[in-house]
C-alpha cells in the first residue's frame, strides 16, 4: 500500500486499486509550490473538517479528477450548494463501506468553520479499513480519551497524527495517542507549515523511538510502501 505526502494534513492513499486523497491544501501552501494539482489523481476525497488548510484545493482538485468527495454532512451540503454532484454525506460514528474498503467517521475535539463562515459540522477522523489494511487518520484533534476505543476495537498498521502542537495535540500528546491506539507505526502531518507549528524532526523521532515507536516524517511529495 502506497502512502504519499503533499504538506501540511494531504496525503493520498491507493489501496485495492483506488486513490484516496485527504485534506488537500496544496495550492496556498508555499512549501508545496513543487506539487502541481492537476496532475494529482483521486478517486475519493475525504475532508476531516471545514479549515481552510484542510479543504483548499477540494472543489478543484474533484472538478480535475470526478472524485467523490466525502466528508460531514454540513460540509457535504456545502459542496453541494456549488454544484458538486458526487458527494458522500457521514456524522460522527458512522461507517460505510466503499469499493475501495470501509471507512467510519470518528469524533475529533477540534473545531470546524468553512471558509466563507459557514458552520462546518463536527470536525472528526477517518478509520479506513479493508482485506490489506487497516489505518487511522485522526485529523486535527487533541488528545481524546476516545482513541482508547480505537485501540480496543481496531489493529491499526499505521496511524496519520498531527504533531505539530498548537492547534493540535503535539508530540508529547501523540506518544500517548499512539498507545491508546496501540499503534507503533505513526506518520506525523500537521507540522512546520506555518510559524506556530513548527518542530524539531530529531528530536520527535527521538521520543517516539524512546517509546518503542516509529514516526516518520515524510519529505513533501515523498512516499512511503507500507507492507501488511
Ligand atoms: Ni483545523
Ligand atoms: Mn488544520
Known sequence: MNFTFYGHACFSVETKGKTILFDPFISPNPKAAAIDIKQLKADFILLSHGHEDHIADAEVIAKNTNATIVSNYEIV??????????????????SWKFDFG?????????SS??????????PGGFL???DEISFYYTGDTALTMDMKLIGETEKLDFAVLPIGDNF?????DAIIAADFMKCNKIIGIH??????IEINHQEAID????????????????????KM
Open 113 to 122: 468553520m468553512l471558509p466563507d463562515g459557514s458552520y462546518g459540522g463536527n
Open 168 to 172: 493540535t495535540m503535539g508530540i508529547n
Open 128 to 130: 479506513v479499513k479493508n
Open 191 to 196: 507540522y512546520d507549515t506555518f510559524g506556530y
Open 77 to 94: 451540503t456545502w459542496y453541494q450548494k456549488k454544484g458538486l454532484e458526487k458527494l458522500h454525506p457521514m456524522n460522527l460514528g458512522g
Open 207 to 226: 521520543k517516539f523511538k524512546a517509546k518503542g515507536k516509529e514516526l516518520i516524517l515524510l519529505k513533501i511529495g515523498g512516499s512511503v510502501n507500507i
Open 102 to 110: 470501509t471507512v467510519k467517521y470518528t469524533t475529533a475535539l477540534h
